[in-house]
């Protein structure tokens, strides 16, 4: 059986690149052939074409596009080896299809599989709805599949809700990753709309440590910001005091400030590295939490912005303490890891036995 996998898989973005590796890698193990289509959304991939002038146009508030336009330009060759670093992984560990800059034609796979990752946030996908509603020419008897698509709580704003109707309705399967966005789908469709977990849980940590071959020595606390939260960083350096650890900071935009801590030149294994041997995480990135949580690290959540994704996992873990608005939030207490794998199992299982295909 042949499956072809539609996501945001050439996004330079740690979480797009892990979460299309896990499914690819987990329906390979069970005995299926796998491609990722390699459709080419040009909003997607925009936001990492470093000297593109229309970035400056893909957001509401154009003083923020600028502010990040400009730092595109700081560390020019970290942000090249970065686009290197993930060209590499791309290469490496992914099966793709030929390039497809649009789909006319119907596509030769037994099944498509249209997730993870937030394909269904049509403020990120604009342009492209239809080709991630799979919306497209399809042969009869191929099938048609959603696996832990995700949104924002206003991602489907942008969408008809006629469009979004029928295309739900040709779905043979459809799996979200938020509980929010399946009680907003059911009530466009009359399928059945199940939970599943992001794919990278379809993995298991030594398949991520498989991956790896560096270990780094010294201890170390990682802050993994997706935008700049520079009102937890006097926290961080507080513990990094108390404890003797160092501080490693990452950006998953193209912030570089000005600090030897900050590092910008990463790729993919590069920041599962950093995670895998942090001794504790803070982040505000749904897979920073995700990968933190299947390493089994001490992780906290910054809460900035909605976090519905965030707040969606660390409530089915029974971890939401572990998200803080404030210094004044933070408490230092270990995660009971046994009490994790007990809630994960279940999901696991479901997600796993979703995808039995």
Request: charged share 25%.
């Amino acid at each position: 059986m042949k499956i072809g996998i539609l996501t945001f898989h050439q996004a330079e973005n740690f979480g797009a690149i892990l979460q299309t590796y896990a499914l690819q890698t987990y329906l390979q193990k069970q005995g299926y052939s796998v491609e990722v289509i390699d459709y080419r959304c040009k909003s997607i991939e925009v936001h990492y074409q470093i000297l593109n002038p229309s970035v400056l146009f893909i957001r509401k508030n154009v003083f923020i596009s600028f502010q990040e336009y400009v730092e595109r330009f700081r560390n020019l060759r970290d942000r090249f080896v970065r686009k290197g670093k993930f060209k590499h992984f791309i290469k490496e560990y992914l099966v793709l299809s030929p390039a497809l800059n649009n789909i006319k034609k119907p596509l030769d796979y037994d099944i498509i599989i249209v997730g993870s990752d937030q394909v269904w946030n049509f403020y990120l996908n604009k342009g492209s709805e239809n080709i991630y509603l799979l919306d497209f020419p399809f042969n009869e008897k191929t099938r048609k599949i959603a696996y832990a698509a995700s949104s924002e709580r206003n991602g489907l704003n942008r969408i008809s809700i006629d469009i979004l109707k029928r295309c739900l309705c040709q779905f043979d399967k459809i799996s979200v990753r938020e509980s929010f966005l399946q009680k907003i789908l059911s009530s466009y469709t009359g399928k059945k709309i199940d939970i599943c977990l992001d794919p990278t849980f379809l993995l298991d940590r030594k398949d991520y440590l498989n991956l790896l071959n560096v270990h780094i020595a010294k201890k170390y606390i990682l802050v993994y910001h997706m935008i700049p939260v520079p009102e937890v960083l006097p926290l961080v350096e507080k513990l990094s005091n108390e404890k003797g650890y160092d501080i490693i900071e990452i950006y998953g935009g193209y912030y570089s400030g000005r600090n030897s801590r900050i590092k910008s030149d990463w790729g993919p294994l590069d920041v599962l590295d950093l995670i895998a041997n942090a001794e504790m995480v803070f982040t505000t990135s749904f897979h920073g939490l995700a990968l933190s949580v299947i390493m089994q690290k001490n992780v906290w959540v910054i809460n900035r912005g909605e976090n519905s994704r965030q707040k969606n996992l660390l409530s089915m873990l029974g971890l939401s303490a572990r998200m803080i608005s404030k210094i004044e939030d933070f408490h230092f207490e270990n995660i009971d890891y046994k009490i994790v794998e007990e809630r994960l199992k279940p999901v696991i299982a479901f997600s796993k036995d979703f995808l039995k295909l």
